[in-house]
């Protein structure tokens, strides 16, 4: 039986085709190394085959600096150049200061003044939002243009106009239209006796040891203090609309609580008497007046 097994292996073994040898590629720079020998048919022993090392190819990642760099010229093809460079830095300067504009024509003019009255009013009234915001904010852009028309008229002849026209250098323009709001800034300041603001701003070493003039006065530090007269002012002015106003709640409370009504709230019957004394006092004509009035 033993034979009859291994006569059988041996003629599946003549007719299977002899597997080639594993054969290696050298490596470059590498001496090749001669090939084993082939092992003898029939044996059981695996032979492994190792790789050669080989030499990765050197490469360089884009770095983040080199990927802006590259997608910032493409945005701005001037920036590859110095020039180029310092006109965008400009343009970019120019673009910020435009964006504050609006806050900064805030500050410089009445319009602070004017929206913080309007918005005590409307709390001593309890009206909640009636007037809207809105008509808040348009009646006091419409006021701010209407006290501000002369300085501007001003600024325009001297300034404007004339940098326009190429008569006048950019510097000089700005100086002689700095002029004009400053002297109205300066009017506030005085006219509310608000001067000890100007020095909260000013630097030390500029006000110590002498006695300041307006002229000593950077118009940097002129404008917060400006903007901090005009809130003092216009806190006053709400604290003389608010009296007759608190004067309503109280009485109506007192007659609440006599009458021991006290689950009723004060504010739903005072409102109709509140709005009855501002319509019957014309009380838009009376605010609004003050308010123009306080600028001249």
Same mark, same amino acid.
């Given at each position: 039986?033993?034979?009859?097994?291994?006569?059988?292996?041996?003629?599946?073994?003549?007719?299977?085709?002899?597997?080639?040898?594993? $054969?290696?590629?050298?490596?470059?720079?590498?001496?090749?190394?001669?090939?084993?020998?082939?092992?003898?048919?029939?044996?059981?022993?695996?032979?492994?085959?190792?790789?050669?090392?080989?030499?990765?190819?050197? $490469?360089?990642?884009?770095?983040?600096?080199?990927?802006?760099?590259?997608?910032?010229?493409?945005?701005?093809?001037?920036?590859?150049?110095?020039?180029?460079?310092?006109?965008?830095?400009?343009?970019? !300067?120019?673009?910020?200061?435009?964006?504050?504009?609006?806050?900064?024509?805030?500050?410089?003019?009445?319009?602070?003044?004017?929206?913080?009255?309007?918005?005590?009013?409307?709390?001593?009234?309890?009206?909640?939002?009636?007037?809207?915001?809105?008509?808040?904010?348009?009646?006091?852009?419409?006021?701010?243009?209407?006290?501000?028309?002369?300085?501007?008229?001003?600024?325009?002849? %001297? !300034?404007?106009?004339?940098?326009?026209?190429?008569?006048?250098?950019?510097?000089?323009?700005?100086?002689?239209? %700095?002029?004009?709001?400053?002297?109205?800034?300066?009017?506030?300041?005085?006219?509310?006796?608000?001067?000890?603001?100007?020095?909260?701003?000013?630097?030390? %070493?500029?006000?110590?040891?002498?006695?300041?003039?307006?002229?000593?006065?950077?118009?940097? &530090?002129?404008?917060?203090?400006?903007?901090?007269?005009?809130?003092?002012?216009?806190?006053?002015?709400?604290?003389?609309?608010?009296?007759?106003?608190?004067?309503?709640?109280?009485?109506?409370?007192?007659?609440?609580? &006599?009458?021991?009504?006290?689950?009723?709230?004060?504010?739903?019957?005072?409102?109709?008497?509140?709005?009855?004394?501002?319509?019957?006092?014309?009380?838009?004509?009376?605010?609004?007046?003050?308010?123009?009035?306080?600028?001249?």
């Amino acid at each position: 039986m033993s034979i009859l097994a291994a006569t059988v292996w041996a003629v599946l073994a003549a007719a299977a085709p002899a597997a080639p040898a594993p $054969t290696t590629q050298p490596a470059l720079g590498v001496p090749s190394s001669p090939s084993p020998a082939a092992a003898p048919a029939g044996a059981a022993a695996k032979e492994t085959v190792r790789p050669s090392p080989t030499t990765p190819s050197p $490469t360089t990642a884009p770095s983040a600096l080199g990927t802006f760099g590259g997608e910032l010229s493409k945005l701005l093809p001037e920036t590859d150049s110095p020039g180029g460079m310092s006109a965008t830095v400009k343009w970019i !300067a120019v673009v910020t200061v435009l964006s504050l504009a609006p806050a900064i024509l805030v500050m410089v003019t009445c319009f602070t003044r004017i929206v913080v009255v309007l918005g005590l009013l409307r709390q001593a009234l309890a009206t909640q939002n009636v007037p809207p915001n809105q008509v808040m904010f348009g009646l006091a852009v419409l006021m701010t243009v209407a006290v501000m028309a002369p300085i501007y008229q001003q600024v325009h002849r %001297e !300034a404007i106009g004339p940098y326009l026209a190429g008569q006048m250098p950019r510097d000089q323009a700005v100086k002689a239209g %700095e002029r004009h709001v400053r002297d109205f800034m300066i009017r506030q300041i005085e006219a509310g006796g608000n001067t000890d603001d100007v020095y909260l701003f000013v630097r030390d %070493e500029d006000a110590v040891g002498k006695e300041l003039t307006w002229s000593d006065v950077p118009t940097l &530090s002129l404008i917060p203090a400006f903007a901090v007269s005009e809130l003092k002012i216009a806190f006053f002015m709400g604290f003389r609309i608010y009296l007759p106003f608190l004067i309503v709640d109280m009485l109506v409370g007192a007659v609440l609580v &006599s009458m021991g009504m006290l689950m009723l709230p004060p504010v739903l019957i005072s409102l109709p008497f509140k709005l009855l004394l501002f319509v019957l006092a014309d009380g838009w004509h009376l605010v609004v007046g003050t308010l123009m009035g306080s600028f001249s």
